[in-house]
């Protein structure tokens, strides 16, 4: 038994933040039928890198899904999506605002259909205010919402993150809102609409910041390696490279500095008696503990910090953090066949249930590989898929 194991989802979503909600639904049990365009489907198809000309970016994040084709802009197509509404829990959509209205397939018309649906919009901007008719990208949003000004060094060229953040926070946030918004359909039978912007989903993350800006009025700056508050919480250089150091509270700075670097003069230094003290002379901190640690390698400092029970670890790169053996004891690499590709490697599934773990049962479809399955389990004859092929309403 799987938690979502009795949702079903359609889902008229395509790149990332839309998919990525998807597939954790159906990691974690959720039939998502995967309704996507005829002229090649989700637009991810089409980005590489490649094997066996299938898309690699789109089976990462498309697996445990069906895929079916319908042209919504033809009227026997938008027929057909509305008898997989009826039956239906969730719709999930990241058109550009106002999109789907033009295509008779928004809330207002499937909640005529099923008064009961979970119908949820993510796109760039949200359903209303003055930008909403703007699309929006997750660049857009790390640059929008201040992400950008405060990643990197001072001084220097804004830098986004290393991965599509917003995107990914908006699925995140489409998750448990239509978890939440399904335990109110349990408990009333209502559904509703739920309207998800990509450019605002992250902004209740940047709680440190909020707290300094709307009590002092002070505009965070770019960090680079250091903290915010907490010193030494940063990437420190050793012999042969750096490590990510975690003193967060007193008692991890004092065990550092007795156990891990022997050098209790420093806890009795008045610049670093407190983490505040710490903090407002943190160059001056720095240059003091590289200065010591470049007598020793990253692991060296790794295992005294082990031992010392001060939190600290490897900078690794992608193909050092997929060969870690706690990764990997831990499940979060997996392998399955793909029917095209073959074997391939996929990022696992990080919440561990007890009772009802999650399970990638399926690799990500083919184009339309469901359409046929999906259609007759509506009732539609042999004769009625081939008429509707012919004439352009699915492929």
Request: net charge negative; hydrophobic share 35%.
């Amino acid at each position: 038994m799987l938690p979502l194991q009795n949702i079903k989802v359609l889902d008229v979503s395509q790149i990332m933040a839309g998919p990525y909600c998807t597939m954790v639904l159906a990691d974690m049990g959720a039939e998502v039928i995967k309704v996507e365009k005829l002229n090649g489907g989700d637009d991810s198809r089409q980005m590489g890198p490649y094997v066996n000309d299938e898309s690699t970016c789109f089976s990462q994040i498309n697996r445990n899904k069906k895929s079916i084709s319908l042209n919504l802009k033809e009227e026997r197509g938008r027929e057909i999506f509305y008898r997989l509404a009826r039956e239906a829990d969730v719709i999930v959509e990241n058109y550009r605002t106002g999109v789907t209205r033009s295509l008779k397939i928004d809330y207002e018309t499937i909640k005529e259909i099923n008064p009961g649906i979970v119908y949820c919009s993510i796109s760039g901007y949200g359903q209303t205010g003055p930008s909403s008719h703007k699309g929006g990208f997750d660049l857009v949003a790390q640059g929008m919402s201040g992400l950008m000004s405060m990643t990197g060094e001072r001084g220097r060229r804004p830098l986004k993150t290393g991965i599509a953040v917003y995107d990914i926070g908006a699925g995140l946030t489409a998750i448990y809102s239509i978890l939440a918004a399904c335990i109110h359909k349990m408990n009333t039978g209502e559904g509703q609409h739920i309207d998800i912007a990509i450019t605002e989903c992250g902004l209740p993350w940047f709680t440190w910041e909020a707290a300094a800006y709307f009590a002092e009025g002070k505009v965070p700056e770019a960090t680079g390696w250091r903290h915010r508050v907490s010193a030494p919480y940063q990437a420190i250089k050793a012999r042969d490279g750096y490590l990510m150091l975690g003193c967060a509270n007193q008692r991890t700075w004092e065990r550092f500095a007795r156990d891990v670097l022997e050098r209790e003069d420093l806890m009795a230094d008045e610049r670093f008696l407190t983490n505040h003290a710490r903090g407002q002379n943190v160059a001056a901190l720095e240059e003091i503990l590289e200065s010591i640690m470049a007598d020793h390698d990253v692991d060296d400092w790794l295992k005294r910090c082990d031992r010392a029970g001060v939190p600290a670890g490897p900078i690794n790169d992608f193909a050092q953090a997929m060969q870690d053996e706690h990764y990997l004891a831990r499940g979060m690499v997996q392998e399955l066949d793909h029917p095209r590709i073959g074997k391939m490697k996929t990022v696992g599934f990080p919440s561990k249930f007890s009772r009802t773990p999650s399970q990638i049962r399926q690799p990500a479809p083919l184009f339309a590989q469901h359409t046929d399955e999906v259609l007759a389990g509506l009732g539609l004859s042999r004769e009625e898929l081939d008429a509707l092929r012919r004439d352009g309403c699915i492929v």
